[in-house]
Protein backbone atom coordinates (compact mmCIF):
# COMPACT_ATOMS: atom_id res chain seq x y z
CA UNK A 1 0.00 0.00 0.00
CA UNK A 2 0.98 3.86 -0.78
CA UNK A 3 1.15 6.05 1.98
CA UNK A 4 1.55 9.52 1.02
CA UNK A 5 4.20 12.47 3.33
CA UNK A 6 2.74 15.66 3.30
CA UNK A 7 4.07 19.27 4.61
CA UNK A 8 1.81 19.29 7.89
CA UNK A 9 -1.18 21.51 8.15
CA UNK A 10 1.00 23.15 11.73
CA UNK A 11 3.29 24.93 8.69
CA UNK A 12 -0.26 27.03 7.49
CA UNK A 13 0.56 30.05 8.06
CA UNK A 14 4.02 30.81 7.08
CA UNK A 15 5.46 33.01 3.89
CA UNK A 16 7.43 30.56 2.93
CA UNK A 17 8.58 27.01 3.66
CA UNK A 18 11.46 25.38 1.63
CA UNK A 19 12.50 21.42 1.99
CA UNK A 20 15.55 21.72 3.80
CA UNK A 21 16.87 18.18 3.63
CA UNK A 22 15.69 14.47 3.16
CA UNK A 23 16.98 12.66 6.16
CA UNK A 24 16.35 9.05 4.76
CA UNK A 25 17.21 7.83 1.12
CA UNK A 26 14.72 6.19 -1.36
CA UNK A 27 14.79 2.27 -0.23
CA UNK A 28 15.43 3.07 2.98
CA UNK A 29 13.14 1.00 5.57
CA UNK A 30 11.26 3.67 8.28
CA UNK A 31 8.46 3.39 10.79
CA UNK A 32 5.72 5.33 11.29
CA UNK A 33 6.67 8.37 12.92
CA UNK A 34 10.48 8.31 12.38
CA UNK A 35 11.56 12.12 11.33
CA UNK A 36 12.39 11.72 7.28
CA UNK A 37 12.59 15.05 6.25
CA UNK A 38 12.78 18.57 7.42
CA UNK A 39 11.17 21.60 6.54
CA UNK A 40 11.51 25.40 7.45
CA UNK A 41 10.47 28.35 7.38
CA UNK A 42 12.45 31.41 8.48
CA UNK A 43 12.28 30.52 12.09
CA UNK A 44 10.74 27.36 12.21
CA UNK A 45 12.32 23.95 11.44
CA UNK A 46 9.57 21.38 11.27
CA UNK A 47 10.46 17.49 11.61
CA UNK A 48 8.22 15.87 9.02
CA UNK A 49 7.04 12.47 10.28
CA UNK A 50 7.02 9.33 7.74
CA UNK A 51 2.63 8.35 8.00
CA UNK A 52 3.51 4.48 8.24
CA UNK A 53 5.89 1.48 8.50
CA UNK A 54 7.59 0.61 5.24
CA UNK A 55 10.14 1.48 2.40
CA UNK A 56 10.67 5.13 1.13
CA UNK A 57 9.60 4.72 -2.44
CA UNK A 58 9.79 8.06 -3.97
CA UNK A 59 10.86 11.69 -3.53
CA UNK A 60 8.54 13.88 -5.05
CA UNK A 61 10.40 17.84 -3.84
CA UNK A 62 13.91 18.38 -3.95
CA UNK A 63 16.05 19.84 -1.17
CA UNK A 64 15.84 23.81 -1.33
CA UNK A 65 12.21 23.25 -3.16
CA UNK A 66 9.93 26.06 -1.86
CA UNK A 67 6.55 23.67 -0.63
CA UNK A 68 3.22 24.27 0.56
CA UNK A 69 1.06 23.35 3.34
CA UNK A 70 -0.30 20.09 1.93
CA UNK A 71 1.91 18.94 -0.93
CA UNK A 72 3.01 15.59 -1.15
CA UNK A 73 6.70 15.39 -1.13
CA UNK A 74 7.25 11.99 -1.35
CA UNK A 75 5.93 8.22 -0.98
CA UNK A 76 5.96 5.30 1.23
CA UNK A 77 5.35 1.57 0.15
CA UNK A 78 4.07 -0.17 2.91
CA UNK B 1 -9.92 24.46 31.34
CA UNK B 2 -6.55 25.58 32.03
CA UNK B 3 -3.71 23.60 30.74
CA UNK B 4 -1.02 22.71 33.34
CA UNK B 5 2.63 23.51 32.66
CA UNK B 6 6.03 22.99 34.87
CA UNK B 7 8.77 25.39 34.66
CA UNK B 8 12.19 24.25 35.21
CA UNK B 9 15.42 26.60 35.19
CA UNK B 10 18.91 26.06 34.67
CA UNK B 11 20.09 28.96 35.63
CA UNK B 12 23.43 29.63 34.05
CA UNK B 13 24.31 26.46 32.33
CA UNK B 14 26.56 25.91 29.19
CA UNK B 15 24.38 25.64 25.91
CA UNK B 16 25.44 21.94 25.19
CA UNK B 17 24.85 21.03 28.54
CA UNK B 18 21.14 22.93 28.36
CA UNK B 19 20.61 21.36 25.28
CA UNK B 20 21.22 17.91 26.59
CA UNK B 21 18.53 18.55 29.09
CA UNK B 22 16.20 19.85 26.38
CA UNK B 23 16.23 17.13 24.12
CA UNK B 24 15.55 14.63 27.32
CA UNK B 25 12.42 17.00 28.48
CA UNK B 26 11.54 17.06 24.59
CA UNK B 27 11.58 13.15 24.34
CA UNK B 28 9.28 12.67 27.65
CA UNK B 29 7.41 15.55 26.32
CA UNK B 30 6.55 13.86 23.07
CA UNK B 31 6.02 10.01 24.86
CA UNK B 32 3.98 12.12 27.44
CA UNK B 33 6.28 10.90 30.86
CA UNK B 34 6.56 14.40 31.50
CA UNK B 35 3.90 17.53 31.60
CA UNK B 36 4.68 20.84 28.88
CA UNK B 37 7.63 22.52 29.58
CA UNK B 38 8.88 26.18 30.00
CA UNK B 39 12.52 25.27 30.83
CA UNK B 40 14.83 28.77 31.08
CA UNK B 41 18.54 29.21 31.46
CA UNK B 42 21.17 32.03 30.84
CA UNK B 43 24.07 30.66 28.35
CA UNK B 44 27.77 31.15 28.63
CA UNK B 45 28.61 33.12 25.63
CA UNK B 46 28.13 31.34 22.62
CA UNK B 47 27.03 31.98 18.89
CA UNK B 48 24.98 29.32 17.55
CA UNK B 49 24.13 28.25 13.78
CA UNK B 50 20.53 27.72 13.13
CA UNK B 51 19.61 26.01 10.23
CA UNK B 52 18.80 28.50 8.01
CA UNK B 53 22.61 30.14 8.71
CA UNK B 54 24.16 32.31 6.08
CA UNK B 55 28.25 31.73 6.82
CA UNK B 56 28.88 35.46 5.65
CA UNK B 57 26.60 36.52 9.12
CA UNK B 58 29.40 35.06 10.99
CA UNK B 59 31.87 38.11 11.26
CA UNK B 60 35.17 36.39 13.33
CA UNK B 61 37.09 33.21 12.79
CA UNK B 62 37.00 30.44 15.25
CA UNK B 63 40.12 31.91 16.56
CA UNK B 64 38.95 35.14 17.27
CA UNK B 65 36.11 33.95 18.76
CA UNK B 66 38.07 31.94 21.15
CA UNK B 67 40.30 34.84 22.16
CA UNK B 68 37.03 36.76 23.32
CA UNK B 69 35.86 33.31 25.31
CA UNK B 70 32.91 32.79 22.75
CA UNK B 71 32.09 29.12 21.52
CA UNK B 72 30.34 28.31 18.46
CA UNK B 73 28.31 25.47 17.71
CA UNK B 74 25.74 24.30 15.04
CA UNK B 75 21.73 23.92 16.24
CA UNK B 76 18.50 22.21 15.15
CA UNK B 77 16.64 25.74 15.42
CA UNK B 78 14.92 27.53 12.61
CA UNK B 79 16.67 30.90 11.62
CA UNK B 80 19.84 32.20 11.11
CA UNK B 81 23.44 32.99 13.24
CA UNK B 82 22.57 33.71 17.02
CA UNK B 83 24.52 34.76 20.40
CA UNK B 84 23.64 33.75 23.49
CA UNK B 85 25.59 34.90 26.87
CA UNK B 86 25.50 36.41 30.15
CA UNK B 87 22.66 38.52 31.14
CA UNK B 88 20.54 37.28 28.51
CA UNK B 89 17.23 34.95 29.28
CA UNK B 90 16.18 32.05 27.48
CA UNK B 91 12.72 30.54 27.66
CA UNK B 92 12.68 27.29 25.78
CA UNK B 93 8.98 26.01 25.70
CA UNK B 94 8.71 22.00 25.12
CA UNK B 95 4.86 21.59 24.48
CA UNK B 96 2.37 20.40 22.33
CA UNK B 97 2.00 23.49 20.98
CA UNK B 98 -1.22 22.87 18.55
CA UNK B 99 -2.97 22.59 22.40
CA UNK B 100 -2.90 25.95 22.71
CA UNK B 101 -2.69 27.52 19.18
CA UNK B 102 -3.37 27.02 15.96
CA UNK B 103 -0.44 26.33 13.95
CA UNK B 104 3.15 26.50 14.12
CA UNK B 105 3.22 30.30 13.24
CA UNK B 106 0.73 31.58 14.98
CA UNK B 107 2.80 29.66 18.04
CA UNK B 108 5.49 32.17 16.98
CA UNK B 109 3.45 35.30 17.01
CA UNK B 110 2.19 34.32 20.50
CA UNK B 111 5.07 34.23 21.78
CA UNK B 112 6.58 37.63 20.11
CA UNK B 113 3.22 38.59 21.96
CA UNK B 114 4.64 37.64 25.39
CA UNK B 115 7.28 39.29 25.21
CA UNK B 116 5.75 42.69 24.22
CA UNK B 117 3.65 42.14 27.17
CA UNK B 118 6.33 41.72 29.22
CA UNK B 119 8.16 44.62 28.20
CA UNK B 120 5.45 46.82 28.49
CA UNK B 121 5.36 45.71 32.38
CA UNK B 122 9.07 47.11 32.00
CA UNK B 123 7.93 50.28 30.65
CA UNK B 124 9.64 49.46 27.43
CA UNK B 125 7.54 49.39 24.33
CA UNK B 126 8.36 46.48 22.18
CA UNK B 127 6.81 45.89 18.68
CA UNK B 128 6.39 43.66 15.61
CA UNK B 129 8.28 44.35 12.28
CA UNK B 130 6.62 43.12 9.30
CA UNK B 131 8.57 40.03 8.08
CA UNK B 132 11.11 39.86 10.24
CA UNK B 133 10.53 37.51 13.55
CA UNK B 134 11.36 38.65 17.07
CA UNK B 135 10.43 41.51 18.83
CA UNK B 136 12.03 45.71 18.63
CA UNK B 137 11.78 48.33 20.62
CA UNK B 138 13.50 52.07 20.04
CA UNK B 139 16.56 52.31 21.63
CA UNK B 140 16.72 55.79 23.37
CA UNK B 141 19.94 56.80 22.79
CA UNK B 142 20.13 56.21 19.12
CA UNK B 143 16.66 56.43 18.27
CA UNK B 144 16.84 53.35 15.83
CA UNK B 145 14.49 50.38 16.01
CA UNK B 146 16.53 47.45 17.65
CA UNK B 147 16.09 44.19 18.55
CA UNK B 148 16.02 43.34 21.92
CA UNK B 149 14.39 39.67 21.28
CA UNK B 150 15.36 36.91 18.89
CA UNK B 151 13.22 33.60 18.28
CA UNK B 152 13.52 30.32 16.45
CA UNK B 153 11.78 27.23 17.03
CA UNK B 154 11.96 23.44 16.11
CA UNK B 155 8.76 21.14 15.99
CA UNK B 156 10.15 17.47 15.66
CA UNK B 157 7.15 15.05 16.55
CA UNK B 158 4.45 17.75 17.15
CA UNK B 159 6.70 19.22 20.04
CA UNK B 160 8.51 22.21 19.82
CA UNK B 161 12.37 23.01 21.17
CA UNK B 162 14.38 25.62 20.99
CA UNK B 163 12.47 29.31 21.55
CA UNK B 164 13.05 32.72 22.76
CA UNK B 165 16.01 34.86 23.83
CA UNK B 166 15.26 38.48 25.52
CA UNK B 167 18.29 40.56 25.79
CA UNK B 168 18.35 41.64 29.33
CA UNK B 169 21.84 43.19 30.13
CA UNK B 170 24.46 40.94 27.71
CA UNK B 171 27.53 42.31 26.53
CA UNK B 172 26.44 43.98 23.35
CA UNK B 173 30.03 44.07 21.74
CA UNK B 174 29.81 40.47 21.74
CA UNK B 175 26.97 40.50 19.00
CA UNK B 176 29.42 42.30 16.89
CA UNK B 177 31.00 38.62 16.32
CA UNK B 178 27.75 38.43 13.96
CA UNK B 179 25.09 39.59 11.67
CA UNK B 180 21.98 38.90 14.27
CA UNK B 181 19.38 36.64 12.30
CA UNK B 182 21.11 37.91 9.42
CA UNK B 183 19.65 41.14 9.56
CA UNK B 184 22.68 43.76 8.56
CA UNK B 185 20.69 46.73 8.73
CA UNK B 186 18.96 46.96 12.04
CA UNK B 187 21.26 46.17 15.14
CA UNK B 188 20.87 44.47 18.53
CA UNK B 189 19.99 46.19 21.70
CA UNK B 190 18.86 45.04 24.98
CA UNK B 191 16.61 46.26 28.33
CA UNK B 192 19.28 47.63 30.50
CA UNK B 193 20.17 49.69 27.22
CA UNK B 194 16.90 51.56 26.74
CA UNK B 195 16.71 52.54 30.20
CA UNK B 196 15.64 49.85 32.19
CA UNK B 197 16.99 49.86 35.84
CA UNK B 198 18.93 46.41 36.62
CA UNK B 199 16.43 43.26 36.49
CA UNK B 200 17.07 40.18 38.70
CA UNK B 201 16.81 37.58 36.08
CA UNK B 202 14.56 35.40 38.87
CA UNK B 203 12.17 38.27 38.89
CA UNK B 204 11.70 38.31 35.13
CA UNK B 205 11.18 34.99 35.23
CA UNK B 206 8.36 35.32 36.96
CA UNK B 207 7.06 37.75 34.85
CA UNK B 208 7.22 35.90 32.05
CA UNK B 209 5.39 32.96 33.36
CA UNK B 210 2.53 35.26 34.06
CA UNK B 211 2.45 36.92 30.87
CA UNK B 212 2.85 33.60 29.09
CA UNK B 213 -0.08 31.44 31.53
CA UNK B 214 -2.16 34.88 30.30
CA UNK B 215 -1.61 34.66 26.68
CA UNK B 216 -1.85 30.36 26.60
CA UNK B 217 -3.94 29.84 29.23
CA UNK B 218 -1.90 27.87 31.05
CA UNK B 219 -1.33 27.40 35.02
CA UNK B 220 2.43 26.71 35.33
CA UNK B 221 4.16 25.77 38.37
CA UNK B 222 8.02 25.02 39.48
CA UNK B 223 9.57 21.62 39.43
CA UNK B 224 13.63 20.74 39.43
CA UNK B 225 15.21 19.04 36.82
CA UNK B 226 16.21 16.24 38.90
CA UNK B 227 12.45 15.75 39.51
CA UNK B 228 12.22 14.94 35.90
CA UNK B 229 15.12 13.97 34.04
CA UNK B 230 18.89 12.24 34.96
CA UNK B 231 21.21 14.23 33.57
CA UNK B 232 25.23 14.85 33.74
CA UNK B 233 26.75 18.17 33.96
Redesign the interface.
Given at each position: MKYEIAIP???????EINL?QWLVAVGDTVKK?D?IA?A????????I?SPADGVLSAILAQEDDRVLVGQIIGEIEG | MKKDLIWIDLGLISYEDAFVIQEQLHEKCVTKTCPDTLLFQENYPVITL???THEQNLLMTPAELLDQGIALTAV????DISYHGNGQFIVSPILH??QYV?????Y?RCLEQVVINLLAHYQLKGKRIK?R?GVWVVEPETGEEKKVSA????????VTLHGISINVNPNLEHFKAIIPCGIADKGVTSMEACGCPPINLPDLRDQFILAFDEMFGSNTTKRTIDEIVSHKR
Open positions: EFAEGAERGNEATDKISIYE | GRGSRGGFDKGAHQVGSLGIAVSHG
